[in-house]
């Protein structure tokens, strides 16, 4: 151990410093106590440099689920677009197509869109953020757009309904009879024949016997046996450039012959099993200026969405076979 010494100037001579046991215990002491802080004061510096504050961490927590949570609501603005753009194109292809209007192009639904770059305030935030923030906000911006467009086009399409009374009275929007929907308009393989041909109708399942409606208002233009296949039929003339045609029938409602004034919702015959059958159901065409149209794109009045979606679906899958 050294010692501390200190001069005695009455004795002329260093003497050693001699230290109580109570001195040293605390000189011992005080200096562990301050290597520990100071050994203290370096780990906790050292750990929030690696790791952050306490605040720090809370926030990049906050911030780490703010930002899932927002990838989540991108997922569901994604799906409402599809969505969108489902109810865009049968504004298009059924009722503005059926109505006889012009349909809105995707030029004219997007225009106004875009433009000057409006979502420059989210520069600055972490690239992860900024992204997300940009592509939601851009989205959303062009859903509103394209939703007042929809807006527009059905009070056109309520506008048109309003000043074309007449016409609307005449067209074919009604399921003529009540049945579901055995094959879709499109290439099949004919159920009889056995060979792929074009279906140009509906084919609803109805027992023999089953009443058929007028499903807009005509005029009976043929109501006799037709050949090829078609059995007893009647054809019905809406004007407009529309026809409707009713096959397989086992007999016509009373008063039902060429040159009979019908109105939409009136009895016009029976379903059967005439012609070329594999059973009885109701085979429906509608022609439009002299060429066969889909029927299914006409039952918007009475088709629920979950049938006209999977009737489409089912179309779809045939026509690629
Ligand atoms: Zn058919």
Same mark, same amino acid.
């Given at each position: 151990?050294?010692?501390?010494?200190?001069?005695?100037?009455?004795?002329?001579?260093?003497?050693?410093?001699?230290?109580?046991?109570? *001195? #040293? $215990?605390? @000189?011992?002491?005080?200096?562990?106590?301050?290597? /520990? +802080?100071?050994?203290? =004061?370096?780990?906790?510096?050292?750990?929030?440099?690696?790791?952050?504050?306490?605040?720090?961490?809370?926030?990049?927590?906050?911030?780490?689920?703010?930002?899932?949570?927002?990838?989540?609501?991108?997922?569901?603005?994604?799906?409402?677009?599809?969505?969108?753009?489902?109810?865009?194109?049968?504004?298009?292809?059924?009722?503005?197509?059926?109505?006889?209007?012009?349909?809105?192009?995707?030029?004219?639904?997007?225009?106004?869109?875009?433009?000057?770059?409006?979502?420059?305030?989210?520069?600055?935030?972490?690239?992860?953020?900024?992204?997300?923030?940009?592509?939601?906000?851009?989205?959303?911006?062009?859903?509103?757009?394209?939703?007042?467009?929809?807006?527009?086009?059905?009070?056109?399409?309520?506008?048109?309904?309003?000043?074309?009374? *007449? #016409? $609307?009275? @005449?067209?074919?929007?009604?399921?003529?009879?009540? /049945? +579901?929907?055995?094959? =879709?308009?499109?290439?099949?393989?004919?159920?009889?024949?056995?060979?792929?041909?074009?279906?140009?109708?509906?084919?609803?399942?109805?027992?023999?016997?089953?009443?058929?409606?007028?499903?807009?208002?005509?005029?009976?233009?043929?109501?006799?046996?037709?050949?090829?296949?078609?059995?007893?039929?009647?054809?019905?003339?809406?004007?407009?450039?529309?026809?409707?045609?009713?096959?397989?029938?086992?007999?016509?409602?009373?008063?039902?012959?060429?040159?009979?004034?019908?109105?939409?919702?009136?009895?016009?015959?029976?379903?059967?099993?005439?012609?070329?059958?594999?059973?009885?159901?109701?085979?429906?065409?509608?022609?439009?200026?002299?060429?066969?149209?889909?029927?299914?794109?006409?039952?918007?009045?009475?088709?629920?969405?979950?049938?006209?979606?999977?009737?489409?679906?089912?179309?779809?899958?045939?026509?690629?076979?």
């Amino acid at each position: 151990m050294k010692h501390l010494y200190y001069y005695d100037s009455q004795r002329c001579e260093f003497v050693i410093v001699e230290y109580s046991t109570t *001195d #040293k $215990v605390i @000189h011992t002491l005080t200096t562990w106590v301050m290597v /520990g +802080i100071v050994m203290a =004061g370096i780990l906790v510096t050292s750990l929030a440099y690696l790791t952050g504050s306490p605040a720090e961490i809370a926030l990049r927590a906050e911030n780490n689920e703010l930002i899932r949570q927002h990838q989540h609501h991108k997922s569901n603005i994604a799906q409402l677009q599809q969505q969108l753009n489902r109810i865009a194109e049968r504004d298009n292809t059924v009722y503005r197509t059926v109505l006889g209007m012009d349909p809105i192009t995707e030029e004219e639904r997007m225009a106004g869109v875009g433009g000057a770059d409006i979502f420059s305030r989210f520069d600055g935030y972490s690239t992860t953020a900024t992204a997300l923030l940009r592509e939601t906000s851009s989205e959303l911006e062009n859903m509103k757009h394209r939703l007042s467009i929809q807006q527009a086009s059905f009070d056109e399409i309520k506008a048109f309904y309003n000043d074309n009374v *007449d #016409k $609307v009275r @005449h067209l074919p929007i009604l399921r003529p009879v009540d /049945g +579901i929907i055995l094959s =879709g308009y499109g290439m099949r393989n004919h159920p009889v024949l056995g060979v792929r041909r074009m279906h140009e109708g509906l084919d609803f399942r109805a027992s023999v016997g089953t009443p058929v409606y007028a499903p807009g208002d005509g005029v009976i233009k043929y109501a006799a046996n037709r050949a090829g296949g078609y059995g007893l039929t009647i054809d019905i003339d809406h004007s407009h450039g529309y026809v409707t045609r009713y096959a397989h029938l086992s007999g016509f409602a009373d008063g039902i012959r060429p040159g009979r004034r019908i109105q939409r919702g009136d009895l016009i015959g029976y379903t059967g099993r005439s012609g070329v059958v594999s059973g009885p159901h109701l085979h429906y065409e509608i022609i439009r200026n002299g060429r066969p149209v889909d029927p299914l794109n006409y039952l918007f009045a009475d088709l629920t969405p979950q049938e006209y979606k999977m009737f489409t679906r089912i179309q779809l899958a045939q026509n690629e076979r």
